[in-house]
């Protein structure tokens, strides 16, 4: 076993070796936290506004992560550790820290580009982070579709799917490139060299010389004759070699070069495998205000584009992270009694290791959570596994920033927030509940689970294990996570009145009643000035104004939305637009959303338009769905699929193939369509390159 930080950190020259210990690590483990550090998170005039909507910000977060990356990416998987008392006596961390660069695979595929904030490179250059390190020996990543298109695409070149429509060149540059190079074979073939490289050709020609070179026209006995070998020269052009040898010969040379370009497809997806053992452990995910962490993951290793809505994003997280998500920003904000520091993650990392106000704060809640006198929590004890001490003489937050730090800290917050929600959970209940519920307080209340013991004893395993088929951890993590559960699939959002955002399932009830939509004002054009200037003109005080020209999300406005005091709110449609004010003024005015619009109605002209925020946001989600509708009907209906032999599509067939598996499918699929075609062929004398 390595030293301590070789078993951290992992580059690109340990990865392959590493990898099975983060497998197994997060099989075994009842939670795993994460962390990213990037190259920047906001593009040009994308920052975020206190009135956006979820639609709004993921078209924010979806064109970041679009345009920045992850270089750095920290893991660390939280597994219950037994112990003597009737609680559970703590965690045990393996923590890796991934250093990772996009790179392109071997046939000089365009290089991936990104974009780089200078501010938060310098931010990374005063953390020590290590440059020299990401960009040589950061481990390559790869998009799942990305990976399943190149793996489908060579096994159908293997398989001839790729050739089967025929191509017929109608331009004479065509023409007289096919006949040329019919000669040049033919000359090399009537001599004895033992390989013929053919001149640089783009990938239309490529395909041209594939078909003539299967064409029965150069008179070979021993099918096929030759292997052709494709080598890449880069931008967008290839050389084909061509390789003499008998029918074995060749098709042992196919497969040793299938089986290669396989290893090295597997090689370039890289850290993607990391992530996908993440979905594939279905253990909950913890962050600290991770809604960038988690867009920029996927943006990296499943679709770069990501989905073009919230709703079709929504959809995508809880596929890849089944477990659900945690984010302990968004927990610690519920009990602002013991963070009253801040909830950054230095902050409550610092609190409920070191600092003795937090601490003594968190012993009184627990000294609260006792039966027949006997206490029932305390602060869960968190230790390094063997082998995975890097950090375990850091000092609190000395670390901070360096991904697999950060993530360590996060996990250990998120195992304090545990017991601190159970027991706030069990100190209000207890006063009102019977003494033979206050059991089921201690474990978040709801129905129990055989394996749930009285005595909070997540420890003994044989019922769990057998509930969740052999599965201990899983169970155990149902239970564990029971007082926070409320909390699942909610990400903490910044600068807004939000409460958070849904990752999963509906979106939380937004009420905006002192918020409405101006537009149409008289200079033409939309300024906070200008706005605030006609507030204030009319008695409406200074109201906060968010421009609504260039949003992200929806049709285009020239409008903006405006905050005022929720005593002025039902001032403002009566004073700009002459709007009445009901008959009975006053109290559900500000808590009823206002039904109708005032249009033209004020002195203020008739272009002034100004709504409640709950019609405009109507208005806005019709408008975006009726586009949304014309992009569809707009699209293509129809898609072409190959079959194989048997009518099963191959692209199905090898989806999440590797390397090995896709040799063996390929010699499968290779030897039915060879025993359809290799008759005739060598029939007619004729050749047959895969």
């Known amino acids: ?121 310098s931010f990374l250059a005063h953390q020590k982070f290590d440059f020299n390190k990401w960009i040589y020996k950061g481990i390559p990543f790869m998009p799942t579709h990305e990976c399943h298109r190149r793996r489908r695409e060579l096994t159908r070149y293997y398989t001839g799917e790729l050739r089967t429509n025929s191509i017929n060149p109608t331009k004479p540059e065509d023409q007289e490139f096919v006949r040329l190079l019919i000669e ?85 997806i890289g850290f993607t495998r990391v992530i996908e053992a993440m979905k594939a452990c279905r253990r909950p995910a913890v962050g600290h205000n991770c809604m960038f962490d988690i ?74 959570c006792h039966v027949d006198g006997q206490p029932q929590l305390s602060s869960p004890h968190v230790r390094h596994a063997p082998g995975f001490e890097k950090y375990a003489l850091v000092e609190a937050g000395g670390a901070a920033h360096e991904a697999g730090y950060d993530s360590f ?42 394996a749930q013991l009285a005595d909070l004893d997540l420890n003994s395993h044989s019922d769990s294990a057998r509930l969740a088929g052999g599965d201990s951890s899983l169970i155990d993590a149902e239970v564990l996570l029971q007082p926070v559960n409320r909390f699942k699939n909610c990400l903490n959002i910044m600068r807004t009145d939000m409460p958070y955002a849904a990752v999963c399932g ?6 905006r009643p002192n918020v409405f939509h101006v537009s149409g004002l008289p200079s033409g054009g939309t300024r906070a000035d200008e706005i605030i200037t006609l507030f204030q003109a009319e008695g409406l005080g200074r109201p906060r104004v968010t421009l609504s020209a260039g949003k992200a999300y929806g049709p285009p406005s020239t409008g903006a939305l405006v905050e005022v ?33 005032a249009e033209g109605q004020g002195s203020r002209g008739s272009s002034l338009r100004v709504i409640p925020w709950e019609q405009w946001s109507k208005e806005r989600v019709a408008a975006v769905a009726t586009a949304t509708q014309q992009q569809e009907e707009l699209r293509p209906s129809k898609r072409s699929r190959i079959e194989s032999s048997k009518g099963t599509p191959i692209t199905d067939q090898l989806a999440a193939a590797g390397a090995a598996a896709g040799v063996e499918l390929i010699e499968k699929l290779q030897g039915e369509r060879r025993s359809a075609e290799v008759r005739a062929q060598q029939k007619s004398g004729g050749c047959l390159v895969m």
């Open 1 to 121: 076993m390595g030293s301590a930080g070789d078993m951290v950190d992992i580059t690109r020259d340990n990865f392959e070796d590493m990898f099975p210990l983060v497998e197994e690590a997060l099989k075994d483990c009842n939670f795993f936290s994460l962390d990213c550090e990037m190259t920047g998170l906001f593009v040009d005039g994308a920052r975020d506004d206190y009135l956006d909507e979820m639609c709004d910000r993921y078209a924010k977060l979806r064109e970041s992560s679009q345009s920045y990356i992850i270089n750095q990416f920290g893991l660390s998987c939280f597994k219950l550790i037994s112990g003597p008392s009737t609680d559970v006596s703590g965690f045990e961390a393996k923590t890796f820290n991934f250093y990772i660069f996009p790179e392109p695979l071997t046939d000089n595929a365009q290089a991936r580009k990104f974009l780089s904030d200078s501010g938060s490179l």
């Open 184 to 268: 040049q074979v033919q000359r090399w073939l009537s001599g004895a060299e033992p390989s013929l490289v053919l001149f640089d050709m783009n990938s239309y020609r490529r395909l041209l010389a594939y078909q003539e070179l299967e064409k029965p026209q150069f008179g070979k006995d021993d099918y096929p004759g030759f292997f052709v070998k494709k080598i890449d020269v880069g931008n967008g052009y290839s050389q084909l070699q061509l390789i003499r040898g008998t029918q074995e010969e060749v098709i042992k040379m196919q497969q040793e070069d299938v089986q290669q370009r396989m290893h090295d497809l597997d090689k370039a």
């Open 295 to 368: 867009a920029y993951v996927l943006a990296a290793c499943v679709d770069p584009k990501l989905p073009p809505s919230w709703p079709e994003y929504k959809q995508l997280v809880e596929e890849w992270f089944p477990g659900g998500i945690f984010d302990t920003k968004l927990i610690a904000r519920q009990v602002p009694e013991i963070f009253k520091r801040g909830t950054s993650l230095g902050e409550v990392f610092k609190g409920v290791t070191e600092d003795d106000e937090v601490r003594s704060k968190m012993d009184a809640l627990f000294a609260k």
């Open 409 to 450: 800290m996060t996990g250990t917050v998120f195992a304090h927030l545990i017991h601190i929600i159970r027991a706030k959970d069990f100190a209000s209940r207890a006063a009102i509940m019977m003494p033979e519920a206050v059991d089921q307080a201690l474990v978040g209340g709801g129905p129990l689970l055989p």
């Open 506 to 511: 509906l979106d939380p009830p937004l009420s």
């Open 565 to 597: 005091d929720a005593e002025l709110a039902s001032d403002v449609l009566h004073k700009l637009m002459g709007v009445p004010k009901p008959v009975e003024e006053g109290k559900e005015w500000n808590v009823a959303p206002i039904q109708a619009s």
